[in-house]
């Protein structure tokens, strides 16, 4: 049984997650600031009537260099009780609430065999990455998303404290 | 001839010229987009397969129509793609080519103008004006002079007396003594030219006067016919003279058929070709328009105008002007000096310059240059054989009737060939209202649009390559364009795959269709994108090469305007007034020498300064006193110039040289100065002094450089694209722009370029003060007694 993931470059690096996750990719799309928040939420969008926080992918995954596209792709990841049936039935889980994501660039759309996933190397300490495949474009690291949001809000949270 | 077959002013269409490799580019692209129309139907019929979703089905029948759209719209661009590329290479090579024919027909314009300077320059040689007037003179008196010859001679007859029976002649052999001189009498004028008939004329006259001396009381016949021959002779001396003063220039101008001088009636009375002087000498052409408008001419007017000669194979253009009295330049016109000069021959070589070389070494088939007066009729070209002087060009009115400063250039069939024509019309800056003369270039279409450019060795990106300012505006847009359908099929294909990998199984049939669009619209646009690339360099290997011309082209005017300056010196050396003043003790006041020099030298602005030194160095005279730097300082005996040109050896080309004359010329640092040993009569003695001429940089190489600047199609010169010359220190000696480049510093060249060897172009890319330039730079032929002519040209433009 493979994986389908979606795999996307933020900086130099080329990230993954799995395609069910997914409600659209869409382009570059018109983003409200929103005053006084963390620097990784880059503001909010709309998308068929719904809004969604949109994260700053660089900042996120704190990358060392800065996002030099003008036009940056987006990934509408819908929320957990928006997942279609074949994510369900794959145990796949979201967010409560839908998130855009903010990437450099999205590659493709590559099937995975879930056994040739090697663990994150020792110098990617964040409890986010599930693991690294060898892929063409180099070492795709395969986000865990619940995790990420999780992360991301303790973080957030410990802030605001 | 030719024909035209597109309107001037209409978008030509470029397809025709399409490579065999662009039409198959091109084909294969608009295939792949073709082929992904089917593939949509496809999908579009799986969706009702696949789910009885109403919704399900819009929202795949939507992808699919999108992509057909992308499709349509990138399988449309692909085809302006090739049109876009096209036109800006002829745009480009119009802007290039007319560049060209502008250079060289401003050239010739140039040297139009210095020929006729030299030409009034040469009107002022005082031998010529003592011919002139010494023969009007005998010619005036030559009618009562016969008249009084023939009236000592009735009065020979009539009062000769045998003196003795011993002598066998009678009163009858003297009358028919008499008769037959008599017979040279309605000849007289011709006496004074005609060699032959004037030792006739010299031997029947001494032998009537031997026998009139055995006679009595004939002394003032004798005496008075003596005195006439000696006046005839005095013309024969003069008219030797001045021929060989004409000669002596000719032998300087190998490409002059003739020169010609009359009297101000517009007889012949002198010529510098020896063949064909008996012929000439004597001869009326007071009908001809070079010689009647000559002596119509104003002090400083030179005409130029075509004609026909007997006997040679190419039309000429005559230079004519008027001779006056060397002392009074207002004084009435003496006579007319006209140079008949085989312009085919002379800029042959110039109109074959900068035209592509086969792999046989000979200019490649199809390729002209040639120039055509307001008629149309052509005066030279570089091939006479195919393009004939003195015939009808039959080009179109838009490429005859150009204005100055005007060019044009159109596609058209010339000589049964597809081609382009570049014409350009003289600005009329370098003489009086300019020739009027145009400059055409042909060249065989296939050659323009689709000759394969070598890709430059450039260390830039793809996107950064797209941002380079070489790179049309069209260009950057589509490339832009481009990356954005790129996305849009990308990302339609990726929400198709999603949207089929969400439908589970059902999606099966539906995701080899998204893998096929994406793999089809990537190969699309890739391509696209590479062929954008691709033009791009082509557009900077073209741009790289055109400054190499350029550069050349800066190089090649300055060698010729040096080379025949110093062919002029040659000539002005060798001045009998110049050798006349040195030969004289040299301590009389030099006024009217000075006068001279400063006639010359308004005459022929490209000199700061001409000087006349003695052998000691000594500074006898200069034409613009004020320029010396220091008064005091009056000797040059230590300058390397003037050691050179007094170590000459007679007939030995000018010396130029690169010197320090701040000594002599407070305004500068560095000039080329053209020095030349004077000698007295004979010219194979020690020379007597030198003269001396201080080149104006500034003037000459500031005027060829920006006429060498890479220019827009609207023929402004590029924004930030410098040209300048500089010596072998890498010292600039000239520039465009001295704010960006300045002159008299030093430039960092890259090494190449540094190093270029003699008549050697070389182009590439470098960075200054942090800015990326393409370099163009041409070195000058060094010659081995021409140590000042080690300089090289260059031109720069910013890359990005």
Redesign the interface.
């Known amino acids: 049984m493979r994986d389908?993931l979606?795999s996307f470059w933020v900086g130099e690096q080329i990230y993954g997650m799995p395609?069910?996750l997914?409600g659209?990719?869409?382009?570059s799309m018109q983003v409200t600031p929103v005053a006084a928040v963390d620097a990784r939420i880059s503001g909010i969008s709309h998308l068929r009537e719904t809004s969604a926080v949109v994260l700053n992918m660089h900042k996120v995954l704190k990358t060392t260099g800065q996002s030099q596209i003008a036009s940056p792709?987006m990934i509408y990841v819908v929320s957990q009780n928006c997942l279609?049936?074949?994510?369900l039935?794959k145990k796949l889980i979201s967010y409560e609430e839908p998130v855009v994501l903010e990437v450099d660039r999205?590659a493709?759309?590559m099937d995975v065999d879930p056994g040739e996933m090697h663990p994150a190397p020792a110098h990617l300490s964040e409890t986010f990455y599930d693991g690294v495949f060898d892929t063409d474009a180099g070492d795709l690291i395969l986000l865990n998303f619940p995790k990420l949001i999780e992360c991301l809000l303790s973080e957030l949270n410990e802030i605001q404290r | 001839m030719t024909e035209a077959i597109s309107d001037l002013q209409s978008p030509t269409s470029y397809r025709n010229f399409m490579t065999e490799s662009h039409r198959r580019f091109h084909d294969r692209i608009v295939a792949d987009l073709n082929g992904i129309l089917p593939i949509c139907n496809q999908g579009k019929c799986t969706a009702a397969d696949i789910s009885n979703n109403v919704t399900e089905q819009q929202q795949i029948t939507g992808l699919m129509q999108k992509v057909e759209l992308l499709c349509t719209h990138l399988s449309e661009n692909v085809t302006d793609l090739f049109s876009q590329y096209y036109r800006e290479r002829g745009r480009f090579c119009g802007a290039a080519y007319c560049t060209t024919a502008e250079i060289k027909v401003n050239l010739v314009d140039r040297t139009l103008m210095d020929r006729s300077t030299d030409v009034r320059w040469w009107s002022k040689e005082p031998i010529l004006a003592a011919c002139v007037s010494s023969l009007k003179k005998t010619s005036k008196s030559l009618d009562p002079d016969f008249e009084e010859l023939a009236a000592y001679l009735d009065g020979a007859v009539i009062s000769f007396r045998i003196p003795s029976l011993a002598s066998s002649w009678t009163s009858i052999d003297l009358k028919d003594r008499v008769q037959e001189i008599t017979t040279f009498f309605p000849r007289r004028r011709e006496l004074m030219f005609n060699a032959e008939l004037r030792s006739d004329f010299t031997k029947t006259l001494n032998q009537l006067l031997e026998f009139l001396k055995t006679g009595e009381g004939q002394d003032g016949t004798i005496k008075f016919a003596g005195k006439l021959l000696k006046k005839i002779d005095g013309c024969q001396k003069q008219i030797d003279d001045a021929c060989q003063q004409l000669e002596m220039i000719r032998s300087t101008y190998p490409s002059l058929f003739d020169i010609v001088v009359t009297d101000d009636k517009g007889l012949i009375i002198a010529n510098a070709r020896a063949d064909r002087r008996t012929e000439l000498l004597s001869q009326n052409v007071l009908h001809e328009s070079w010689c009647s408008k000559a002596l119509k001419a104003g002090t400083s007017q030179t005409q130029i105008e075509r004609a026909e000669l007997k006997n040679e194979k190419h039309p000429a253009i005559v230079f004519s002007t008027a001779i006056r009295d060397p002392e009074d330049r207002q004084a009435p016109v003496l006579g007319s000096i006209s140079v008949f000069c085989d312009f085919q021959t002379e800029v042959q070589s110039l109109l074959g310059n900068y035209l592509p070389l086969g792999s046989d070494g000979h200019i490649r088939d199809g390729w002209f240059s040639f120039f055509t007066d307001e008629r149309g009729v052509i005066i030279c070209s570089n091939d006479a054989n195919a393009v004939w002087p003195g015939s009808q060009s039959d080009l179109a009115r838009a490429h005859r009737q150009l204005v100055n400063g005007e060019t044009c250039w159109s596609h058209l069939v010339f000589k049964g060939r597809e081609s382009f024509v570049f014409s350009a019309c003289a600005s009329g800056q370098n003489t009086l209202g300019g020739s009027g003369w145009v400059s055409h270039l042909v060249a065989p279409a296939s050659d323009i649009m689709q000759t394969e450019t070598s890709s430059p060795q450039l260390t830039l990106g793809n996107k950064q390559l797209m941002q380079s300012k070489l790179v049309p505006e069209i260009s950057k847009t589509t490339y832009a364009a481009l990356q954005e359908d790129r996305?849009?099929i990308?990302?339609i294909s990726?929400?198709g795959?999603?949207f089929a990998?969400?439908?589970?199984n059902r999606g099966a049939a539906l995701a080899p269709v998204f893998d096929k669009i994406?793999a089809t619209g990537d190969s699309a646009t890739s391509r696209m994108e590479s062929l954008l690339v691709e033009m791009a360099n082509s557009e900077i290997a073209l741009n790289l090469s055109l400054q190499e011309t350029l550069a050349k082209q800066a190089v090649d005017l300055m060698a010729q305007k040096v080379f025949e300056r110093s062919q002029a010196l040659c000539l002005w050396a060798r001045t009998t007034c110049f050798q006349n003043y040195l030969l004289k003790s040299g301590d009389e006041p030099a006024t009217e020498l000075e006068r001279l020099l400063r006639m010359i030298n308004d005459d022929y602005p490209v000199y700061r300064n001409i000087l006349l030194l003695n052998a000691n160095g000594e500074i006898n005279a200069c034409s613009r006193p004020s320029r010396l730097a220091d008064n005091d300082v009056r000797c040059a005996a230590d300058q390397v110039w003037f050691m050179k040109a007094m170590r000459s050896r007679a007939n030995s080309p000018t010396r130029i040289t690169e010197a320090n004359v701040k000594l002599l010329d407070s305004a500068q640092q560095a000039s080329l100065v053209f020095a030349q040993a004077i000698r007295s009569e004979g010219g194979e003695s020690a020379p007597i002094g030198v003269l001396a001429c201080f080149f104006d940089w500034q003037t000459e190489a500031s005027e060829i450089l920006h006429s060498c600047l890479p220019k827009s199609a609207t023929g402004r010169p590029l924004p930030g694209s410098v040209a300048f010359f500089a010596n072998r220190e890498q010292v600039v000696l000239e520039s465009t722009n001295p704010s960006s480049v300045k002159v008299k510093e030093y430039f960092p060249l890259p090494d190449e370029h540094y190093q270029l060897s003699g008549a050697k172009t070389v182009s590439g890319t470098f960075t200054y003060k942090d800015t990326a330039y393409i370099i163009a730079s041409a070195k000058c032929e060094h010659a081995k007694n021409l140590d000042g002519m080690d300089w090289s040209a260059h031109v720069i433009r910013p890359l990005i």
């Open positions: 389908r979606i395609l069910l997914v659209e990719f869409c382009p792709d279609c049936e074949e994510a039935s999205l493709s759309i | 996305k849009a990308k990302l990726l929400n795959i999603l990998s969400q439908l589970g994406t």
